[in-house]
């Protein structure tokens, strides 16, 4: 598929670093395209990923981010890091509970990111859920089947949480954060310590 609707959020996920931010962590990184970006402002950028062949690649590109291979639900992250912390279409491969984890290695006035998806359950979801399919028709007709080969990254659909269970857990567990719904069944969650 030729349409990559994660790097279509790349310049909104930009807005969302604090003035001043030093240090980033972008979980569940993957070939580490956003952490170059990060890397391209001045961020001192750590990417982290559990699939060991994703951070291969991510590291074979360089750009300046720091590599490794870890799984964020371990607990792995040190406390009050990072100044921000984003994780784009990763939180729905791990429990939502692993905000926690992320909310805890935030610096003071630190901002978590979160591009996440959310299945179509609902009316609205479905109202917001056509012109992604629309796009995604016009793709299959204009793509080229001669594509070279990619990381192939596992795929976790439909995402557990629906939109609405996402707004109350981002409630619950991070309180004063917000959450916008955004087109191709994803959502900004933005949280700041």
Not at 65 to 84: C, K, S, T
Not at 91 to 105: D, G, I, K, N, Y
Not at 108 to 126: C, E, N, S
Request: hydrophobic share 40%.
């Amino acid at each position: 598929m030729g349409l990559n609707f994660n790097d279509h959020y790349h310049p909104l996920l930009l807005k969302q670093v604090p003035d001043g931010a030093r240090t980033a962590l972008d979980v569940g990184c993957g070939t580490g395209r956003f952490a170059r970006l990060l890397a391209g402002r001045g961020l001192d950028v750590e990417g982290v990923d559990a699939n060991a062949e994703v951070i291969e690649a991510a590291r074979a590109a360089g750009g300046g981010p720091q590599y490794r291979q870890a799984d964020v639900r371990e607990g792995q992250l040190p406390d009050g890091r990072y100044e921000f912390i984003s994780c784009i279409a990763s939180l729905h491969h791990m429990p939502f509970e692993t905000v926690l984890t992320l909310r805890q290695a935030l610096a003071p006035g630190g901002v978590l990111a979160v591009l996440g998806l959310y299945p179509v359950r609902t009316a609205t979801d479905f109202a917001w859920a056509l012109p992604t399919l629309c796009l995604l028709r016009a793709d299959r007709v204009l793509s080229r089947r001669d594509r070279a080969p990619s990381v192939q990254i596992p795929m976790v659909w439909p995402p557990p949480l629906s939109y609405g269970e996402t707004r109350a857990e981002s409630a619950r567990l991070l309180p004063g954060s917000t959450l916008r719904r955004l087109l191709f069944w994803r959502y900004l969650l933005v949280y700041r310590a």
